[in-house]
């Protein structure tokens, strides 16, 4: 009810803060017999950790994962996964200067009023830190359903936006540079801007897209749980993301049926593909592909005008090491996230028939 | 794990094809001594029905909803809630021409490749007539959050798109035209262009907006239960839709921190409200606002290329009655989404104190 | 989270109160393809129903029910299952009496300190009546798995007590007589002594057993979920039940493990079953057998002294037709949540490999 | 659904098997804003954990708790809580001998069956010490409802059965004996039999009953989740348990409804409480009281007949130290786990009003 869980046969639940001892979870549902490949567990890890470039937070965090059940002899057993990351750097006295203080656009205020208090370091559990949790989870989910192939990449950074279909890039170049845009021009005219965002100790929105292709025909629930209305729950449950649309998206809502209807191919598959590979909430077997935009990191290396707990006029600055645009990083949260989706409607796909 | 249900404190269970007997659901979780208004239910399922208006499906369906249980002496028991809207219009003869067709954007190919067969008779359980019950569901959550204000309205048709923000538009005009949508000018505009395009047999996309007001703080749970993540979850479950954003939503991704942080001022409301009522996926007691993308119906009144089950090229044209533009009848279902979203977390909130 | 659901990947919803307009439910997880014997369905019902002999109550209840959706063409289509039973025989003004009186071991007063109020005709949703929908769903859940075989039967009235393990019994003998006993004898004098019970207007509580035969290795979940968690928690769930043991049961509490022990064939059987089928909450394929304590039933043909809702002194005597012993009756109401409890955890044994 | 989370508002994941490399779990639903007593919480395990007396298993398990989330200076913050108990004395060489063999009554077999292959360290998931996570969530959820007392003790050892009645002990005792028997003279008596059964390398069953005082009346959700099915599902999913029964239990299966109905005094409560304290699912405030049946342990310290993976057969003896009776240990889990259902039933009624 707290909702700290996710899925239904494949199902996540995690737990910590971004300065308590650790966070981890426990996946309930990966079916038993798969050979795992730690090594693309970690890699997922460390697309998305801080620190691996000069265009994101410099906090050096490892984030190593250990795994302490559900996995014997390198086989997953179909008993509960459980997973921990420790918390190594835990500076939390660069958030004292917050402790009394609400944050704008932050979840302070909120959580002070929702829970009677909070944990004030960090975020706490509001701290973006908790997808680390994720990406682990994604990378098992992949290992389950691994002829689906999940990209993710920046396709804007601010005014800065990518026009180009998904078809026109070429993926391989995407962990080629820094922003994780496909477009090696673009990726280097976003990465000039974001480091001049940082140097004005701001910070900027960004969208992700991602295409997940190979899909088998049939995954998605016809009514509550549709495909993209549970994929759509997933990106926004990611932190800072204000807006999810797939296929056509809100283009489609300026469109004519007559131009929008995705005609039949003999084989079944569709001329165009406006649907973006969902039809009454079932894949189709096309593409699914989908944006999700990412509001700017409300955490600046600037003064704000902000209130205290005890609602007086204050000002707060940013300390530590944050974000000037949070999309390079979210790229694997997002692909992970939509593979968590993908494996768990597999799985309930088996219950059908 | 079909994906029949959904919220968790307060939870509807929904049945039904277009053309079975009728659709129902069962809502658990309603609070018991609840005096309810019946007729205000009713008027919501008026709002939502066929044949209210001559640019909407000319379809009569008279959507009489029968209480079974949960419901003595006109109060609330606190027992689950049955309840039955029969079908009474059932010509599924006007369907026979698709029993060995799939429509293009339909379900109808994918249902047959998930489910082995289908029941063609007007989309089965794809059909849009499945939101008859939530519209009952969503009349009763309104009912357990009365002061809780929500007004959902046509914000875009096709390309005529309103660009006034929600506060500068007069909510009391919105049933006072067919489009639903409050400025009136605007409105006459979209009529227009909706009758026009149901003369070509075409259909059209279209934009809802939501708007509500007077929440209280502390709504939502912050991890994978973000307010803003069932709200989309919810809208994006909704036939037709494809895609959903919320507060700054797709702009924001355009802009800096500077500009997007909502500053506090003294009583804890903020100045401006970007975050859409939302901060770390919990209500902050601003409005919140958001607005769902709908695809062009896929039923055409004009012949189009399709295939057969057996993957022979055929034509299909829509028979029967339907609607060339959704977005009219679909103001009342995100609506009532939306109080079922916001009535299952104030109810779930009272286990967190 | 009000506890009208059961089951998760076959899942039961259910509504309605004795003297409503009617019961139903909404199951969720039916396969798509499986034809239907309805007649099958309504077997069940008959066996349950009020009035089938002269040692039950004489209510006459017709307990037809009516499919709504989720089947096509006789064949389920994957798509919830949303039936409906009307109640023909509402007789409300049978209980004006308790209106205003707590009758003793009944749920009256429990419910109204609970709701504040309560729908006091014939027990509202207390009622046994709700056990009809599960008669419903039971009977679909055996047509899932059509190669396991449920056999309840009485086994004690009163102090009358079948001692014979059910291997000795002859079940071709359980309907041909009105307790359900296949003891023929022993069924005799239960019913002899049902009768004479009846005529003092008191009551009397009773066991039923169930074996389940043919039953795949592996069904059940090693912690939470044991198998026989879950059908205990099912039984504990009907109405009147006082106690579930499996197996050696309480027995078994008395025994060494060098008896206990279930020592292993070499084809995987054992040569004892203490275990009762189970071990370590998983079916090992040996019969699974179960007992259930029914205590009497509370409502008697006598004066009693009770309580008002203010707290006064009164008396309450029964009125209506009520079972003088609920097991007859009880016996398909056991066996088809018992079908439930498997045919869910034979879906989800799906979801592991 | 695999079955390894239990409780709604109150929900417990856990994840471990016994000779990995720790045990877990995650709460979620734990309220905010409760001072822990974190000796307690380790009391509660200390109770629990193997080596406490001669009378049960001499592993020496030092059974530490690690909270790594949801506790902020000392407080619940309303986030789940993450804890971990590592495995220190993983002897997994003892268990070497039945990595090719199916010991009689455990859950080797049906594990293999199921998922193809298992961790044969200590039984791995299906251990008993999976319980030590429910004794961490069942000591927080009785800080949850503090004025709630939840008290169990031995009441039976193979023959050995206590015969008084609840009301007629001491609960002061329990704790004074190894055997957590209240009567003293018969806790001398269970303690010289074990022994004996020791000596013999044999095992015994035995019983523990459990009284809840304090209850508020109206814990309980009236159909499915009636109060005493979460209870006996609870306690059915502890390791070893054969039957659970409540109030008069199977002894009330033979009694008269005019004896067994339990008339109520003019403030609510009743004369006798056959009703275990429970009428129609849902807590009347009179105590509530059941009882549990473990069998024997199923590893001896004697040869058994058994047989290989590949079906030869063989003889299997148990190594390292094991209970002899398991009833001593089991009160702690008994009682937590009751624990566990009352704090969940307690925060879902808040949902209710």
């Known amino acids: 009810m707290t909702g ?6 494949f199902s996540l639940r995690t ?10 979870g426990i ?8 050979v795992l490949d730690f090594d693309k567990i970690q890699t997922e890890l460390n697309r998305r950790k801080p620190g691996q470039s000069n265009i994101v937070t410099q906090r050096k965090e490892e984030d190593e994962v250990v795994f302490y059940s559900g996995i014997f002899e390198g086989k997953t057993t179909g008993t509960p996964i459980g997973f921990l990351i420790h918390n190594k750097d835990e500076k939390s006295k660069d958030y004292d200067h917050i402790k009394e203080t609400y944050r704008p656009s932050h979840a302070d205020y909120v959580y002070d009023k929702k829970y009677g208090f909070r944990d004030y370091r960090g975020g706490g559990r509001s701290s973006a830190r908790e997808t680390v ?58 990465e000039t801007y974001i480091k001049q965002i940082r140097k004005e100790g701001d910070t900027v929105g960004g969208i ?14 016809p009514v509550f749980d549709k495909l993209h209305a549970e994929l759509g ?3 926004l449950s990611i932190n800072a993301v204000k807006g999810f649309e797939y296929g056509s998206g809100f283009e489609g809502a300026k469109m004519k049926g007559s131009t929008h209807n995705d005609l039949y191919n003999t084989d079944g598959t569709t001329q165009q593909n406006y649907s973006g590979g969902i039809q009454g909430g079932i894949s189709n077997g096309m593409d699914i592909y ?23 006029e204050t000002t707060v600055e940013g300390k530590g090491r944050h974000d000037p645009c949070v999309v390079p990083r979210a790229v694997p949260i997002v692909e992970n996230m939509a593979a968590i989706v993908i494996a768990d409607f597999f799985l309930r796909n088996k219950l059908i028939v």
Chains 1, 2, 3, 4 share one sequence.
């Open 4 to 9: 700290n869980t996710f899925g239904k046969a």
């Open 15 to 24: 737990f910590g803060e971004s300065h308590g001892k650790g966070l981890g």
């Open 27 to 34: 996946i309930e549902g990966c079916p038993a017999g798969i």
């Open 133 to 190: 949790c994720r990406v682990v989870a994604g990378a098992i989910a992949k290992q389950i359903i691994p002829n689906i192939r999940f990209t993710a990449y920046v396709s804007g950074v601010g005014e800065l936006q990518l026009n180009s279909t998904y078809k026109e890039l070429d993926f391989s170049q995407i962990e080629q540079n820094k922003v994780r845009c496909p477009d090696t021009q673009m990726a280097s005219e976003m």
């Open 208 to 221: 992700v897209s991602c295409v997940i292709e190979n899909v088998p025909i049939g995954l998605g629930e």
């Open 233 to 235: 729950k997933a990106m």
């Open 290 to 312: 989908f944006k999700v935009a990412f509001k700017p990191v409300a955490t600046l290396m600037q003064s704000q005008k902000s209130i205290t707990k005890d609602h007086k």
